[in-house]
């Protein structure tokens, strides 16, 4: 079992940048693929990017490729998401998730481990 902590939200103006951070309790971290959802106002939960348990493999969101980053250190039990030239539509709650199932990465469903979200608000 993990429990994940996230932080680094805020506000950002559009065009700036944030980096979030997931901590991950426990020492096996590494046996775990981690992924950011991202959830707006009257929307859906809706998936932004993975990263499998080695960090070799990456998923991203086709309105978020080329502008965030997704990344890992399993030494500090930590994953990251950069996130550059921010949009206002990229408001929303994000929350890092972890799975040791082979389900499809893409969907909600598939992790068993959430963390309880930090607000990232985008001004225009």
């Known amino acids: 079992q993990v429990q994940l902590v996230e932080s680094g939200g805020g506000l950002v103006q559009a065009g700036g940048s944030l980096r979030l951070s997931c901590a991950a309790s426990?020492?096996?971290?590494?046996?775990?693929?981690m992924a950011w959802f991202r959830q707006a106002p009257g929307k859906e939960r809706e998936f932004v990017t993975a990263?499998?348990?080695?960090?070799?493999?990456?998923y991203y969101a086709d309105s978020v490729k080329g502008r965030f980053a997704i990344s890992r250190d399993n030494a500090k039990n930590t994953g990251y998401l950069q996130m550059n030239s921010l949009k206002p539509e990229d408001t929303a709650v994000y929350y890092c998730a972890a799975k040791r199932n082979s389900g499809n990465v893409y969907l909600s469903q598939t992790y068993d481990y959430w963390g309880q979200g930090t607000q990232v608000t985008v001004s225009s």
């Open positions: 990263l499998s348990r080695s960090g070799d493999r990456m």
């Open positions: 426990g020492r096996t971290f590494s046996t775990y693929a």
